[in-house]
């Protein structure tokens, strides 16, 4: 992000801010919108948050810690969450994160060089009947192996 976008960024967060400050609870859907606009949510733009909801730092990055749809790390185009709930993990989840971490060539948390990829897991999708699941942005795939790891690269541009 260049300075004059980044500055963009910031009035369009403080324009967002200003509609909805003394509002009840806002701090969360704040975070969503500063999100939206910087893709995540670095320690700079916590801070601006906090100035300018007058809240406590801590309370803004104790928020965006606690809830893990929140990122402190830039993400890739796409983002894929493989279930590590019991079902997943008991049919085969921990193969798949290592299956994607070798295709891929990061470890979980982790975002590819060139971006087109972030690898992320989650707790449950509720598509236990289809264990191993896989959710590529908004589109789970289910019964995953090392051939379907393949092929859903493929589909996504990797």
Known sequence: MNPTENH???DELKDYIEKVK???G?????LHKAQEIF??????V??????????????????????NFFSMKPKGKNVINVCLGTACYVKGAERVVNDF???????M????????????????????????AVMVNEEVFGN???????????????
Request: overall charge positive; glycine content about 12%; hydrophobic content about 35%.
């Open 46 to 67: 916590q801070k601006f948050i906090a100035y300018h909801l007058n809240l406590p730092f801590s309370q803004v990055y104790g928020v965006v810690t606690f809830y």
């Open 39 to 44: 893709g995540y949510l670095p320690i700079e």
């Open 8 to 10: 963009k960024s910031y």
């Open 101 to 107: 971490e070798d295709a891929l060539g990061i470890k």
């Open 26 to 30: 806002v701090l969360i859907g704040v």
């Open 109 to 132: 948390g982790e975002t590819t060089e060139d971006k087109k990829f972030t690898l992320s897991s989650a707790r449950c999708f509720g598509a236990c009947g289809l264990a191993p």
């Open 22 to 24: 003394g509002n009840q």
């Open 144 to 158: 995953v192996d090392k051939k379907k790891i393949e092929q859903i690269l493929k589909k996504f541009g990797g």
